[in-house]
């Protein structure tokens, strides 16, 4: 060891400090700037145009009918010459508003019976489980248009249809993650200290799952998105009037035909984009809520 | 009539899997006041014995005496004044902590959860003082502090209901010698002020037979039968 | 044994070290603008055949110099200083020299829980024999096959368990099984990261006899292997190491002979012989208080808080002198005797 005064203390500036990995950090700091302009710029166009526009997104006018992109009409206009730009937006609002319920009830659901099911154990986890499975094995779409079916159609029943088919995936992971939970010395150490099953399983295993299970209800929302559009295109799930983008979307298949590529394209962006964001969003999410990412300080 | 033990554990089987019981015919009792230590080596199923005493582990077959009271029901079922009568902190600090709880909350917790909401400023301040734990720390979660940092609440965590008993299931083995020392201190502190008696589970003979006031081999516990490593060694402890 | 590293052209006599660690620091930025000094300039060489433990409690900074020598420290950590093994400087190399020159070729890392370190789903000779083929020149089936026996009978691993998936081992078997991976690259410089945590006395004993038979054992080149051994485990230290570096909030405030540290005469910093009159078998006292955050140190000796004989002297950093830095060390029977056996070559010093 040398006698000589430590030059590295002072810290700031004097001394050649190296840094580690900055470049992949950067990657993932544009990956997340850009999903999150994204999602702001979705949230705020279905929040703000419709109430902002003057314009009416079904007036019709037959004589302008589907116009190519312009600058009167920058996505061009439909068959029956309305708007396609404020088509999208409203119908975007429609299904944005139909995969936020249906997230949020699936989500719901999918806590209460994973968790249940986790910290019950025994035969109420064996029973619960089992109806999941059926319940899996049967196509999501195919569950989803009979329930759509037994109702008339509208927004209620889509998100109904969506959430019913999409908890189970939540009960899965949260029941998982519950069971991993529940053999830990830490709900030993509660127990021991005179919790009840009630408080362990509220104070000690809930908020512990719940982030996984707010990740999972935030992928939800394109997914619920990309079913309502599916349900729609089929014509059972919204009415055929509103602009949903499942319906936009249906009704350019007989223009595309002709060559008229504008009204399929713009409503598949308005499904794709926000999907994308959203899940980049999550993605970055996911990776902050690792606890194991949050003490990589070593101490 | 002799002193009643505090705690008597006669011919206790348990394990996770009933074809290969980690602890097999154990038997072992500590009187009021007294400090046992109990020497195995690692996976020995010292912890799993450790889990049982502590009413957190149903036994296969055994009889467990808290008071001379057998115990027929183990974790939620027992009642709740039989299972905060022993306290019972782990080797790993890391899992024995809820991660999302402030040291404070850590070692309140069993007051709140037993509704003595009330008693929660008073003991959390003292037990904080016994243990050596500054009131800055008191303020953190626990990936913010250090292992041992972290030890030392969850000591106070089993102390905050002053139990009878005391368990230590390898409570030291991941700490430095001061740290150790520190929390040893604090538990004998706290045994001399009410009488508590220990049982302190390791493989540290050196530790055990300073700390303790009588040891047994895991060999000698679980008398003749071999519970001890065969060789395929079952994980069981953790 | 074609040695794949190079302990350098130029002149390798006994007293070269393998490791030679000249001002390292590594701090980490938080959030919010906090910096963490998790490591304050720490000088230490290691010479082949050599032990040196480095003891510390647990948060001083001890895990935090071992990845930083092999390269692992994460993004919001900066490096300053330099950590020459061999030719080559660990913390100004790039990941893929550190990948493909240092990991298992120049270091070799025995981790601190085997049973994590192994892959759980591959058999212990499955995993010996891809290390073999990665890291050694032997090629063909058959060759890579001896090699690997060769691997595990250099730790006494029994060849019946070879076979078998890590969770059939028993913990000593397993610790066995990690450090023939650790062997099998023929790396001038061991690194052990708290081999021992965890493990029954016996175990612990037997762990560090069979790393210290490493040690002394011959290596390629006709020299020995250094080991850097980080731990926590005092018995384990004395049972193994020739010097001792004690580390106290990032800093290393010790440097010393093992022999003369834990028997006569005894650490000479205030916090050393407090760490050792910690033990179960010495005066089993704690050091009252506990060390300081890293984030947040004191201007001057940081232990001064909790020392006994702590004066106004002790506001000023201490220098560093004779491997100890500390205003007012306990006195010390023979400061000659001191200079003369202690065989650390880096005493020398420039």
Same mark, same amino acid.
């Given at each position: 060891m040398t006698c000589d005064a430590p030059a590295a203390e002072a810290g700031t500036g004097s001394t050649p400090w190296r840094s580690y990995g900055t470049k992949r950090r950067s990657t993932r700091t544009v990956r997340v700037r850009v999903s999150a302009a994204l999602v702001a710029v979705t949230v705020l166009a279905v929040l703000l145009v419709p109430p902002l526009a003057q314009l009416d997104q079904q007036a019709v006018d037959l004589a302008a009918e589907l116009q190519p992109p312009s600058w009167a009409?920058?996505?061009?206009?439909?068959?029956?010459?309305?708007?396609?730009?404020?088509?999208?937006?409203?119908?975007?609002? $429609?299904?944005?508003?139909?995969?936020?319920?249906?997230?949020?009830?699936?989500? $719901?659901?999918?806590?209460?019976?994973?968790?249940?099911?986790?910290?019950?154990?025994?035969?109420?986890?064996?029973?619960?489980?089992?109806? =999941?499975?059926?319940?899996?094995?049967?196509?999501?779409?195919?569950l989803g248009i009979f329930i759509v079916a037994l109702f008339r159609p509208g927004v209620v029943p889509v998100a109904v249809s969506v959430a019913a088919?999409? +908890?189970?995936?939540?009960?899965?992971?949260?029941?998982?993650? =519950?069971?991993?939970?529940?053999?830990?010395?830490?709900?030993?150490?509660?127990?021991?200290?005179?919790?009840?099953?009630?408080?362990?399983?509220?104070?000690?295993?809930?908020?512990?799952?719940?982030?996984?299970?707010?990740?999972?209800?935030?992928?939800?929302?394109?997914?619920?998105? +990309?079913?309502?559009?599916?349900?729609?295109?089929?014509?059972?799930?919204?009415?055929?009037?509103?602009?949903?983008?499942?319906?936009?979307?249906?009704?350019?298949?007989?223009?595309?035909?002709?060559?008229?590529?504008?009204?399929t394209l713009f409503p598949g962006l308005f499904i794709i984009v926000p999907t994308l964001a959203i899940a980049g969003l999550a993605g970055a999410w996911r990776e902050r809520i690792n606890p194991r990412r949050r003490s990589e300080l070593m101490l | 009539m002799p002193e009643q033990p505090l705690l008597e554990l006669r011919a206790v089987t348990a394990g996770y899997d009933r074809r290969a019981p980690a602890v097999r015919n154990a038997s072992l009792t500590v009187a009021p006041g007294e400090a046992v230590g109990l020497?195995?080596?690692?996976?020995?199923?010292?912890?799993?014995?450790?889990?049982?005493?502590?009413?957190?582990?149903?036994?296969?077959?055994?009889?467990?005496?808290?008071?001379?009271?057998? *115990?027929?029901?183990?974790?939620?079922?027992?009642?709740?004044?039989?299972?905060?009568? *022993?306290?019972? *902190?782990?080797?790993?600090?890391?899992?024995?902590?809820?991660?999302?709880?402030?040291?404070?909350?850590?070692?309140?917790?069993?007051?709140?959860?037993?509704?003595?909401?009330?008693?929660?400023?008073?003991?959390?301040?003292?037990?904080?003082?016994?243990?050596?734990?500054?009131?800055?720390?008191?303020?953190?979660?626990?990936?913010? *502090?250090?292992?041992?940092?972290?030890?030392r609440a969850c000591l106070a965590r089993a102390l905050v209901l002053r139990p009878r008993l005391l368990i230590c299931d390898e409570m030291t083995a991941m700490l430095d010698a001061s740290t150790t020392a520190a929390l040893v201190a604090a538990v004998e502190d706290y045994r001399t002020a009410t009488g508590a008696g220990l049982l302190a589970v390791g493989h540290d003979h050196t530790l055990l037979k300073r700390w303790c006031d009588r040891t047994v081999h895991w060999d000698d516990v679980t008398s003749g039968t071999s519970g001890t490593s065969l060789e395929p060694s079952v994980p069981s402890a953790m | 044994m074609g040695h794949p590293s190079s302990i350098g052209a130029d002149a390798v006599t006994e007293r070269t070290p393998v490791l030679s660690v000249r001002g390292l620091s590594v701090r980490f930025l938080m959030p919010g603008g906090r910096r963490v000094a998790a490591v304050t300039d720490a000088h230490f060489d290691v010479a082949p055949g050599e032990c040196l433990a480095l003891i510390g409690e647990s948060g001083c900074g001890k895990s935090v110099l071992a990845s930083a020598l092999l390269g692992l420290l994460p993004a919001n950590a900066q490096s300053a200083g330099s950590a020459r093994l061999g030719g080559l400087d660990l913390l100004t190399a790039d990941e893929k020299t550190l990948g493909r020159t240092v990991r298992g070729r120049l270091i070799g890392l025995v981790p601190q829980s085997p049973a994590a370190h192994l892959t759980p789903v591959r058999t212990i000779r499955s995993q010996l024999e891809e290390t073999v083929a990665a890291l050694t020149g032997v090629r063909g089936r058959a060759a890579v096959r001896a090699a690997a026996r060769a691997a595990a009978e250099r730790v006494a691993f029994p060849a019946g368990?070879?076979?078998? #998936?890590? #969770?059939?081992?028993?913990?000593?078997? /397993?610790?066995? /099984? !990690?450090? /023939?991976?650790?062997?099998?690259?023929?790396?001038?410089?061991?690194?052990?990261?708290?081999?021992?945590?965890?493990?029954?006395?016996?175990?612990?004993?037997?762990?560090?006899?069979?790393?210290?038979?490493?040690?002394? !054992?011959?290596?390629?080149?006709?020299?020995?292997?250094?080991?850097?051994?980080?731990?926590?485990?005092?018995?384990?230290?004395?049972?193994?190491?020739?010097?001792? /570096?004690?580390?106290?909030?990032g800093r290393i405030v010790e440097l010393t002979d093992a022999r003369r540290f834990f028997g006569s005469p005894g650490p000479r910093h205030p916090y050393s012989r407090g760490l050792l009159q910690a033990l179960p078998d010495r005066a089993f006292t704690p050091i009252p208080g506990m060390p300081p955050e890293l984030g947040d140190l004191p201007g001057g000796c940081a232990f001064a808080p909790r020392c006994p004989r702590a004066t106004g002297a002790c506001a000023a950093l201490p220098p560093v002198t004779d491997g100890l830095a500390c205003h007012h060390p306990l006195p010390a029977s023979g400061a000659e005797e001191l200079r003369s056996t202690t065989p650390a070559p880096e005493n020398a010093r420039a």
């Open positions: 009409h920058p996505f061009g206009t439909d068959d029956l010459g309305r708007d396609l730009l404020l088509r999208c937006v409203y119908g975007l609002r $429609v299904s944005l508003l139909v995969g936020l319920v249906a997230a949020l009830v699936a989500t $719901v659901i999918g806590t209460a019976v994973g968790a249940a099911a986790g910290a019950l154990g025994g035969w109420a986890d064996r029973c619960v489980m089992r109806v =999941v499975d059926t319940l899996s094995s049967v196509p999501h779409l195919l088919t999409h +908890w189970l995936s939540t009960a899965r992971i949260v029941r998982a993650e =519950v069971l991993s939970l529940r053999s830990r010395p830490y709900i030993d150490a509660a127990v021991s200290g005179g919790a009840s099953r009630w408080r362990v399983a509220v104070r000690h295993l809930l908020p512990a799952v719940l982030p996984q299970a707010a990740l999972a209800a935030v992928l939800m929302v394109p997914h619920a998105m +990309w079913h309502e559009s599916a349900l729609s295109f089929l014509g059972l799930g919204l009415p055929a009037h509103m602009a949903s983008l499942g319906n936009l979307v249906q009704s350019a298949r007989s223009s595309l035909l002709a060559g008229q590529w504008w009204p | 020497l195995g080596p690692s996976g020995c199923g010292k912890s799993t014995l450790a889990r049982v005493a502590a009413l957190l582990h149903r036994p296969d077959s055994g009889t467990l005496l808290l008071d001379g009271a057998p *115990v027929r029901r183990w974790r939620h079922r027992a009642p709740r004044a039989q299972r905060t009568t *022993v306290g019972v *902190v782990f080797q790993q600090p890391r899992l024995s902590a809820d991660p999302r709880l402030r040291l404070t909350d850590l070692i309140a917790e069993p007051l709140r959860a037993t509704g003595r909401r009330e008693d929660v400023p008073d003991r959390v301040a003292e037990l904080a003082a016994a243990v050596g734990l500054t009131p800055d720390l008191l303020g953190r979660r626990p990936h913010e *502090v250090s292992d041992g940092q972290l030890q | 368990h070879l076979d078998r #998936h890590p #969770h059939e081992l028993s913990g000593g078997l /397993a610790q066995r /099984a !990690a450090t /023939a991976l650790a062997l099998v690259g023929d790396a001038p410089l061991l690194l052990a990261d708290e081999p021992t945590t965890g493990l029954d006395r016996d175990l612990v004993d037997r762990t560090v006899d069979e790393l210290r038979r490493h040690v002394d !054992a011959e290596t390629g080149d006709g020299t020995g292997r250094g080991l850097l051994m980080i731990t926590h485990d005092l018995a384990a230290a004395e049972r193994i190491a020739d010097r001792v /570096a004690v580390m106290y909030a």
